[in-house]
């Protein structure tokens, strides 16, 4: 699983300058992707062109291979998708993607996910939790970013300071800013005592 994130945040250039594709090489059907709008399977043979620069995700629901090939393209000014390819009478914007129809969720679904976990959460099992709230949105019709504050507020209403920090400073680094080469580690450094 790669949980919800956005790319080139650490970067100096215009986030428009980068261009990344996805090229399948191998794909299941337990295979999926995600962005801020949809919830995807690529297919092998098609070529993607992807936003990273916005909040994404992609995870395997099985233990069957899936194999893609990723190139991030740094452009020094404006761009065509086509410009990636030697041939670029193959480039067709118009294919139909495969869209996952997710399910609608209740009006008190989050309250109920936050209150549980809430009395449950702890040091222990942050990662897990993370982890666990990042997989919703691929079969629940919620954003792909909602996992990040869910996990804000779990951990705000557990009372325990540290993982409250800790969510705090994972969503920033994931998805609002980070330095080059800046670092997150799920585990908690004595620093960072229960409260």
Not at 84 to 102: A, E, G, M, Q, W
Not at 144 to 157: A, F, M, R
């Amino acid at each position: 699983m790669v949980i919800p994130h956005k790319d080139f945040v650490e970067l100096e250039r215009s986030k428009d300058q980068y261009f990344r594709v996805f090229i399948p090489l191998e794909d299941n059907e337990y295979a999926f992707h995600s962005d801020e709008e949809n919830v995807f399977q690529m297919k092998k043979g098609e070529v993607w062109f992807l936003d990273a620069a916005i909040v994404h995700a992609a995870i395997n629901f099985s233990n069957k291979s899936r194999i893609f090939l990723c190139l991030d393209y740094a452009f020094p000014g404006p761009f065509s998708p086509k410009d990636v390819f030697i041939n670029d009478s193959v480039y067709n914007p118009n294919l139909d993607p495969t869209i996952i129809k997710r399910e609608e969720v209740s009006s008190d679904f989050k309250e109920s996910l936050v209150t549980s976990l809430s009395k449950v959460i702890s040091k222990y099992n942050f990662r897990d939790i993370v982890f666990l709230l990042s997989k919703i949105h691929f079969y629940k019709n919620i954003s792909v970013s909602d996992c990040y504050d869910w996990l804000v507020e779990i951990t705000e209403k557990s009372g325990d300071s540290s993982v409250y920090n800790k969510a705090i400073n994972l969503r920033r680094f994931l998805v609002e800013e980070r330095k080059l080469g800046e670092r997150f580690s799920f585990n908690f450094s004595e620093s960072e005592q229960l409260v």
